[in-house]
Structures are given as C-alpha cells and as structure tokens.
C-alpha cells in the first residue's frame, strides 16, 4: 500500500511541474554564493542542482552577479531571489541589498520572494537580526539525514500547507531532510533577537547530531521570505558521494523536497504576475 501512496503522490506532482511549465516561466534570481571562482566547471555544477530543483516546476533561473546595484533596474527584471548554501561568510553587501530591496517592495505592496537556503538562510536571519544573530561553528549537522519538529504556534508554515499527510508525517518520523551545516541558530537565541523575532517566526527545528536544536525553517510575517536550514535541492539532484554520503534518496525525501520547490515556484508566479511583465533577462546572465 505505501508503495502505491509514493507513486501516486510522485506522480501528482509530476503533473502539476507538467502543468506549471506551460504557464508563464517566472524570473528566479540565483545569487553566487560561492563569489568569484576562477574555475567556471564547480560554479556551473553547484548551483545546476538549484536551478534544476526550480526548473522541474516551470522557472526560470537567471545567475547574478556577485556584486551590482541592489537598487537598479535590473531588479525590476526579477520575479523572486534564491540564495544558495555555500561556505563560511558573512552576507556580501550586494546580497543584503537585495534582501533589504525585497523587504521595502513588500512594505510598498508588491510581492517579490525570497528563498534562502543553508547559507542563504543564514544570510536572511544576518541581514535581518545582525552580525551577532548566527551561532558560528555550534552545530555538529553536516551530512546528516534527519527529521523535522514543526512549531506550536507557526504550524506548517506557508511552505508546507499543501502537502498532504502523508508527507508531513514523513517529514517528521523519517530521516529525509537533508543538513550539511555547522553553523545555524537555537530557536531560544532566534527568539531573544528581537528585530530578527520582529521579522520572523520559526516553523520548523531539528536536531544535530550531539542533541542540539537549531532552527530548520522560518518565514517572514506577511512577506513571502522564506529560509531553510537544509538542502532540499541535493535529494533529486545532487548525486550522493563521499562529500554528500548520506543524502536521502528515497521517494519520500523527493516529495518532500518537491513540495517545497513547487510552492516557491508558485510564489514566484505570484510576484510575475504582479509585475505582469517580462521585458527580458537582459543584464543578467543566464544559468546554463
């Protein structure tokens, strides 16, 4: 029977990536995370699991550049921002520009998304509570398959207020998400930072692998800004290996992982069809 619920559920949403595509492609800025690399091969095969794990859903992602004017009119050309992971940094001043240029167009009524994932969640929770909100080094979580705990008062979040049952009780008695960090927060430290608290409300929290609670996702209050802890772009589409040994791979970890890049998707359109325009990429480099 469990065999025929994964199929069914891996084929709905085949469908609805089926029926996305046929609608207008939303522009999904993808921020280079990992700067300046001379060596343009390991920029292009990071982030492809990105670009991919956005594109099966109908988007279509456009690689920026490292550094630029948050405030110029290349923004406009934007119907949403992915941040990456990536190694140990502080948020660059270009990326902080655009989470701060989101952030006002959403206090001016538009609606521009934001995904940050691992490093790029990291950035959202730096831009918004400041240099001292992240606890650097603290957590022992680098490929670690683990098991989600939802918040009392957030629920399920927007991310995952479509997935059905089966996937929420996936999500929270299976090792299928996907953690590759040592630094992160506790939500005890995110709720004692009261801008960041002010902004944000955590969804989910998980364990390390020495017990310790840190937050695995949030969201903004009435801005569709969103940060995961995890990696759900590596269980469909980065291979496992010696460096990601332990990425699940199972049907259950890709439909969970789907669900979440179908909503982003979806919250894309919503900003594309606000703009109802696309004069073009023009000033952005297309991923390959």
Not at 266 to 285: I, P, V
Request: proline share 5%.
């Amino acid at each position: 029977m469990r065999s025929v619920q994964n199929l069914v559920l891996l084929l709905s949403l085949s469908f609805q990536g089926q029926v996305t595509a046929e609608l207008k492609a939303p522009v999904v800025g993808i921020y280079p995370s990992l700067g300046d690399v001379a060596n343009s091969n390991i920029t292009n095969a990071y982030y492809r699991g990105y670009r991919q794990w956005l594109e099966q859903f109908g988007a279509t992602t456009v690689l920026l550049p490292v550094n630029g004017d948050a405030n110029g009119e290349s923004f406009s050309k934007l119907d949403a921002l992915l941040f990456p992971g990536g190694p140990t940094k502080s948020v660059t001043p270009f990326a902080r520009g655009l989470i701060k240029r989101a952030i006002q167009e959403g206090a001016a009524g538009k609606y521009f998304p934001i995904w940050g994932t691992c490093l790029g969640f990291e950035w959202i929770v730096e831009a918004a509570g400041g240099v001292e909100s992240l606890q650097i080094g603290a957590f022992a979580a680098t490929d670690l398959a683990t098991e989600l705990t939802f918040s009392k008062t957030a629920g399920h979040g927007r991310m995952w207020a479509k997935a059905n049952e089966t996937v929420m009780r996936w999500l929270q008695t299976e090792d299928i998400t996907y953690m590759n960090h040592e630094d992160g927060i506790e939500p005890g430290h995110f709720e004692a930072n009261a801008p960041l608290a002010a902004l944000f409300e955590v969804v989910a929290s998980s364990l390390d692998r020495k017990g310790r609670r840190g937050v695995a996702a949030m969201q903004a209050r009435g801005l569709p800004i969103y940060g995961v802890q995890f990696h759900p772009e590596k269980i469909r589409f980065v291979p496992g290996g010696t460096v990601f040994g332990h990425i699940p791979k199972t049907p259950e970890a890709m439909a969970a992982a789907d669900v979440l890049a179908s909503f982003f998707v979806t919250e894309a359109k919503k900003g594309a069809a606000m703009h109802s325009r696309h004069a073009g990429t023009s000033g952005w480099a297309l991923g390959e």
